[in-house]
């Protein structure tokens, strides 16, 4: 039992001479040179049933020195608040909550002198109120069968807040298992919810072995036990989601760099073509990539883009998948045609028919300046010659959803200066706030404006076109860019 312990504050006081009383040859009394001084402490909470009460600083009613007041043992109310009174430190801890709520039924029961106590919090997917903690209660009683929400009107009633008495669990209709009850020698319970801040995670019940009517006192105390239980139990649930969040945060983060890892860290030198490349997904995972493939001896270089459907998880694993496929199939088949009808008819046996991918395969000759190419649904790259703006259209379906679906190639001969921009949908879909796309007509202009720029930088000037445009309005989609330069 903890005690209160307070002190007085202590003023020192000037000796001042007394006055010498006429015709007396006594000397002068003289006052205390100082007051009796002790160090003032905090003070913890009183507790009820103490053995001696002391004066504090805010209660001068009594003498200094009065004596202690006579012994007593603590009433039954009493130990029942000290109990729910030391819950907060209890649940302050940093120990498992299961064991938590063990000792706070039993910390309950002892208290309230009761013959056994019960915790049971609700589970939500299932509606069954779940038997987390018990004092003095057999296995078999609780093995009896489950308790389901819906058809136990005492939880109910206690879920929706209200206080459940029950004078004789043997015989009162709303207890589903009274002769499970009986047999445990189970008589009169308390059933109360656990509520905090409007948020109500389970019951507790209390049960006595003979016939009981339990006081205000006592209904109040078991309220306030599980309203301190419910919010140890919400604080516990919400530092496991944070953990939860951070776990998967974490993941998150590695599979990113995974996936970057991915993509080309450096442009590949080429006879012919300067390269400049700008890949910046709207999530930690994204569903858009390019790459370059070394196809051999020869110096020909295979170059694809593609952008898969849906973002995160999902289009990362479609977006592995799809890369895969191509490096498979790519340097050992000069047949680009039957290089996408393989990749084609791979992401068809895994994928559903929501699932797809557009994607632009080329390769860039190393013989002369020139690009086959197959366009599978994807975004036209643009092909600028002089002042004139070409789209490389020519393919077919995309990639994902027709097994036996057939494509077209063609094949540009480039000359130098050329200057070929390969992109996403997330640069001609980037909004602005007036919901405003950036559109073809404005990368365009971007295109022309920036021509004369070495390929990385007119990449990089392309992506803030589209970010000036967009402001500080939140994009959705990734934007990939590749600029391809022809010397």
Same mark, same amino acid.
């Given at each position: 039992?903890?005690?209160?312990?307070?002190?007085?504050?202590?003023?020192?006081?000037?000796?001042?001479?007394?006055?010498?009383?006429?015709?007396?040859?006594?000397?002068?009394?003289?006052?205390?040179?100082?007051?009796?001084?002790?160090?003032?402490?905090?003070?913890?909470?009183? /507790?009820?049933?103490?053995?001696?009460?002391?004066?504090?600083?805010?209660?001068?009613?009594?003498?200094?020195?009065?004596?202690?007041?006579?012994?007593?043992?603590?009433?039954?109310?009493?130990?029942?608040?000290?109990?729910?009174? $030391?819950?907060?430190?209890?649940?302050?801890?940093?120990?498992?909550?299961?064991? %938590?709520?063990?000792?706070?039924?039993?910390?309950?029961?002892?208290?309230?002198?009761?013959?056994?106590?019960? %915790?049971?919090?609700?589970?939500?997917?299932?509606?069954?109120?779940?038997?987390?903690?018990?004092?003095?209660?057999?296995?078999?009683?609780?093995?009896?069968?489950?308790?389901?929400?819906?058809?136990?009107?005492?939880?109910?009633?206690?879920?929706?807040?209200?206080?459940?008495?029950?004078?004789?669990?043997?015989?009162?209709?709303?207890?589903?298992?009274?002769?499970?009850?009986?047999?445990?020698?189970?008589?009169?319970?308390?059933?109360?919810?656990?509520?905090? /801040?409007?948020?109500?995670?389970?019951?507790? /019940?209390?049960?006595?072995?003979?016939?009981?009517?339990?006081?205000?006192?006592?209904?109040?105390?078991?309220?306030?036990?599980?309203?301190?239980?419910?919010?140890?139990?919400?604080?516990?649930?919400?530092?496991?989601?944070?953990?939860?969040?951070?776990?998967?945060?974490?993941?998150?983060?590695?599979?990113?760099?995974?996936?970057?890892?991915? %993509?080309?860290?450096?442009?590949?030198?080429?006879?012919?073509?300067?390269?400049?490349?700008?890949? $910046?997904?709207?999530?930690?995972?994204?569903?858009?990539?390019?790459?370059?493939?070394?196809?051999?001896?020869?110096?020909?270089?295979?170059?694809?883009?593609?952008?898969?459907?849906?973002?995160?998880?999902?289009?990362?694993?479609?977006?592995?998948?799809?890369?895969?496929?191509? /490096?498979?199939?790519?340097?050992?088949?000069?047949?680009?045609?039957?290089?996408?009808?393989?990749?084609?008819?791979?992401?068809?046996?895994?994928?559903?028919?929501?699932?797809?991918?557009?994607?632009?395969?080329?390769?860039?000759?190393?013989?002369?300046?020139?690009?086959?190419?197959?366009?599978?649904?994807?975004?036209?790259?643009?092909?600028?010659?002089?002042?004139?703006?070409?789209?490389?259209?020519?393919?077919?379906?995309?990639?994902?959803?027709?097994?036996?679906?057939?494509?077209?190639?063609?094949?540009?001969?480039?000359?130098?200066?050329?200057?070929?921009?390969?992109?996403?949908?997330?640069?001609?879909?980037?909004?602005?706030?007036?919901?405003?796309?950036?559109?073809?007509?404005?990368?365009?202009?971007?295109?022309?404006?920036?021509?004369?720029?070495?390929?990385?930088?007119?990449?990089?000037?392309?992506?803030?076109?589209?970010?000036?445009?967009?402001?500080?309005?939140?994009?959705?989609?990734?934007?990939?860019?590749?600029?391809?330069?022809?010397?």
């Amino acid at each position: 039992m903890l005690y209160q312990l307070s002190y007085t504050r202590t003023t020192l006081i000037k000796p001042q001479p007394a006055p010498r009383v006429k015709g007396s040859d006594q000397p002068p009394t003289r006052p205390c040179e100082h007051a009796r001084m002790t160090p003032l402490l905090p003070r913890k909470p009183k /507790r009820l049933g103490c053995n001696t009460v002391t004066n504090t600083p805010e209660d001068d009613s009594g003498p200094m020195d009065a004596a202690p007041a006579a012994k007593r043992k603590p009433s039954k109310g009493e130990e029942a608040l000290n109990a729910v009174l $030391d819950l907060n430190e209890w649940f302050a801890g940093t120990r498992n909550l299961d064991e %938590i709520l063990q000792d706070t039924a039993e910390r309950i029961a002892k208290a309230m002198k009761v013959k056994a106590c019960g %915790i049971r919090l609700l589970n939500e997917e299932t509606g069954e109120m779940v038997i987390r903690a018990v004092y003095n209660l057999s296995d078999a009683y609780l093995n009896k069968g489950p308790v389901v929400l819906g058809e136990n009107p005492i939880d109910t009633a206690a879920m929706a807040g209200e206080t459940v008495f029950i004078e004789n669990a043997a015989t009162d209709p709303r207890v589903r298992y009274g002769r499970q009850a009986e047999e445990e020698g189970l008589v009169s319970g308390l059933c109360v919810p656990m509520t905090y /801040r409007g948020q109500t995670v389970g019951v507790i /019940r209390v049960y006595s072995g003979r016939r009981h009517r339990f006081s205000r006192e006592e209904e109040a105390l078991l309220r306030s036990a599980g309203s301190q239980s419910a919010a140890g139990i919400i604080e516990a649930r919400l530092v496991e989601q944070h953990r939860e969040t951070e776990r998967y945060t974490r993941q998150m983060h590695y599979a990113g760099e995974i996936q970057r890892r991915m %993509i080309p860290s450096s442009a590949p030198d080429h006879k012919f073509v300067d390269f400049g490349c700008v890949y $910046d997904p709207s999530l930690e995972l994204g569903g858009d990539f390019y790459d370059f493939i070394d196809l051999g001896g020869d110096g020909n270089i295979g170059f694809s883009i593609a952008d898969v459907v849906g973002k995160g998880i999902p289009a990362a694993l479609m977006m592995a998948s799809v890369r895969s496929a191509l /490096r498979a199939h790519a340097p050992s088949r000069a047949d680009i045609r039957r290089i996408i009808s393989r990749v084609n008819q791979h992401m068809c046996r895994d994928t559903l028919p929501s699932e797809f991918v557009t994607l632009f395969y080329g390769v860039f000759h190393a013989d002369r300046r020139r690009l086959t190419y197959i366009n599978a649904g994807h975004d036209p790259p643009l092909l600028l010659r002089g002042d004139t703006l070409r789209e490389l259209d020519t393919g077919g379906l995309v990639i994902g959803v027709v097994p036996d679906a057939e494509h077209s190639e063609d094949t540009v001969d480039l000359q130098p200066d050329d200057v070929i921009v390969f992109y996403t949908d997330g640069v001609v879909d980037a909004l602005n706030y007036e919901d405003e796309a950036f559109g073809r007509q404005r990368l365009r202009e971007s295109i022309s404006k920036y021509r004369d720029c070495p390929a990385p930088e007119l990449a990089e000037q392309i992506k803030w076109d589209t970010r000036r445009f967009a402001g500080l309005a939140q994009q959705n989609d990734d934007i990939t860019i590749v600029v391809a330069k022809v010397r």
